[in-house]
């Protein structure tokens, strides 16, 4: 952190500011030039409210060094890091492929979903079975039973699965079934449910706010990592812009933006982002060629019928398509679906 004090500043008034900063147990550093004295503050920074010290008349601005997250950024954690979601790695060299329908609507749709998507390749069944709609009025997700039938998958076919958590009622039971807990993206910023994630060990899938910038969706991170669960894998999933066109714009560039700030691994989920099928393919692989550490794909075995999100869902026969282009991209730039 630096404070800039305001030109012509006195030796009493400097003495002071430094006592402020010395009081919340931080270093000092002053650097005195002709007209202007800085005071570089050296220590941990992150639970201190820097704006506090523009309460001394004598000081101009505070500003941050450094990012204000710290267990989420790469520079205390040069290294990748690799997420195990129950022996599928993602981060690091291994790609995590999850691919499933938007909702889960009965025992034979996501059974016969989760065997052509394993056998095209993913790693990871998602579903959802907790919806978080627009309307209320929408198809809002068979709840508790629509989890038991991704269990149901899971033994079938041994994907481990991937689903929303949108209420701290359902934690205890998430962490017994859930091998992949999902954070949607309008509940990136429900702190208490993210405070409540430290409660669990489970890996973490925190979906890209509709409209969060890079830093609000790191410290959404940081507040699961400060909680006690370092397990947070990022999801970018579109963003609102002005078009109208598509649902939302895929943000590519936070596939390099992420991986130079933190070390956490970082998903696409190009489904969510354009809305509409045929953006699904050529969007995947812009991600992993950008260097996405995984991808998330809404797979529908009769998306003309879904209940939700069928427009922007594949068939499993153009997933299967897709998944081999992208392996032969992850391959060129090193890296593997386990
Ligand atoms: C989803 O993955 O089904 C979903 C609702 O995504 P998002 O939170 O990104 O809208
Ligand atoms: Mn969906």
């Given amino acids: 952190m630096i404070i800039v004090l305001k030109p012509r500043t006195t030796k009493q008034e400097i003495a ?8 919340r147990g931080l ?40 990012e204000p997250y710290k267990l989420a950024s790469r520079a205390f954690h040069p290294e990748d890091s690799v997420i195990d979601v129950s022996g599928v790695k993602i981060g690091g060299g291994h790609l995590g492929l999850i691919a499933g329908p938007c909702s889960v609507e009965s025992t034979e749709q996501v059974l016969e979903i989760a065997t052509t998507v394993k056998a095209a390749g993913a790693n990871l069944l998602r579903g959802g079975a907790f919806k978080p709609r627009t309307s209320p009025y929408s198809f809002q997700g068979m709840g508790l039973d629509g989890l038991n039938i991704l269990c149901e998958a899971k033994a079938a076919t041994g994907l481990p ?14 962490h017994e079934k859930v091998d992949l807990i999902q954070i949607g993206a309008r509940n990136m910023q429900n702190f208490d449910l993210l405070k409540r994630l430290g409660d669990i060990d489970r890996p973490i ?13 790191f410290m959404s991170a940081e507040y699961i990592m400060a909680a006690g669960n370092e397990n947070v894998i990022l999801c970018e999933r579109g963003i609102r812009t002005f078009e109208s066109f598509t649902r939302n714009t ?5 596939i390099p933006v992420g991986r130079k700030l933190t070390h956490l691994p970082i998903v696409i989920d190009p489904s969510h982002a354009g809305g509409k099928w045929w953006l699904v393919e050529p969007m995947a692989k812009a991600a992993v060629a950008a260097g996405a550490d995984g991808l998330m794909i809404e797979v529908h075995n009769n998306p003309e019928c879904a209940l939700c999100d069928g427009a922007q869902s594949l068939k499993p026969k153009k997933y299967e398509e897709l998944i081999r282009q992208v392996s032969g991209i992850a391959k060129i730039i090193g890296k593997t679906a386990d």
């Fill in 205 to 217: 899938l925190l979906k890209r706010g509709l409209n969060a910038t890079y830093e609000e969706w």
């Fill in 161 to 174: 699965i991937v689903t929303e958590l949108m209420s701290t009622a359902h934690l205890d039971i998430f």
């Fill in 27 to 66: 270093d000092t550093h002053i650097i005195e030039g002709s007209e202007m004295t800085i005071i570089g503050c050296i220590g941990d920074t992150t639970r201190i409210d820097i704006k506090l010290f523009e309460v001394d008349p004598s000081v101009t601005k505070v500003m941050h060094v450094q």
């Fill in 16 to 23: 002071r500011v430094e006592e402020m900063v010395k009081a």
């Fill in 250 to 254: 895929l943000d590519l560039q936070s």
